[in-house]
């Protein structure tokens, strides 16, 4: 290990975040790991939260509330502390998309952190401003186009083959209007792992529920065979 690294702060065991946002960064990281394919091919990659990324060793790091990066998985002794955070270095590229939760004025997402990231090379950054404390629209999408940051309108990253919408439901016994979530290639919500499970069961019962209506459709086609028969009548011949 380097001394460079040896000698960075990566972590300080210090609480910053607020429950929302703990829970909206999960909502962001879980889904992808259960039931995400990832990219395609095989690909591999790394999805999370709060963790620092650290474009030099000269410079502390950035820390996003949700980071997405291709091609690259957690190394196996992941305790070593050249990859408990993200050195750029070190996985040899920055991740492909950042996404900011604004809780306050104090981040300064769209400034400072807009160029912070732009410099890095971060594919896209997501500002993500529910209760707009900084700008009127709840998700703001910048797209890097030789060296800066251009806006743009989708929310769609096909190279990811990801994308992201509000959502209205319930995740873990919170009920809001305002979650973002992840889309599939074909605009499709990615589940959480308990919608998953949610589904397969729902499918599982439904199977059930036809193979019983099938069964008692057998039975009484028996039942009125027998009849006919008793009849002198062979349901065989009609």
Known sequence: MSADIESLVTEDDT???????????????????????????GRPFLAAANVGVFAEARNPAIVPDVFVSLDVQVAD??????????????????????VEIVSNREGNE???????????????????????RVMREDVRVYRLRDGGYERQESLRFAELRLGLRLWE?????????????????????????????????????????????????????????ALLRRSGIDPERG
């Open 15 to 41: 609480p910053v975040d607020n429950m929302p946002s703990e829970k909206q960064q999960r909502l962001l990281t879980e889904p992808l790991y259960s039931s995400w394919g990832g990219p395609g091919g």
């Open 77 to 98: 002794n992941w305790w070593d502390k050249r990859h408990r955070s993200y050195f750029v270095w070190e996985f040899g590229k920055p991740p492909e998309l950042v």
């Open 110 to 132: 769209v400034g400072s952190k807009r160029f912070a990231y732009a410099r890095m090379g971060v594919g896209y950054y997501v500002i993500y401003d529910p209760f707009h």
């Open 169 to 225: 439901g319930e995740f873990e016994g919170v009920w809001w209007s305002g979650w973002l979530r992840w889309t599939d290639e074909h605009d499709v919500l990615i589940p959480t792992g308990r919608e998953q499970r949610q589904r397969a069961d729902l499918e599982r019962q439904r199977a059930e529920h036809a193979e019983h209506l099938l069964s008692e459709e057998r039975r009484r086609a028996e039942r009125l065979a």
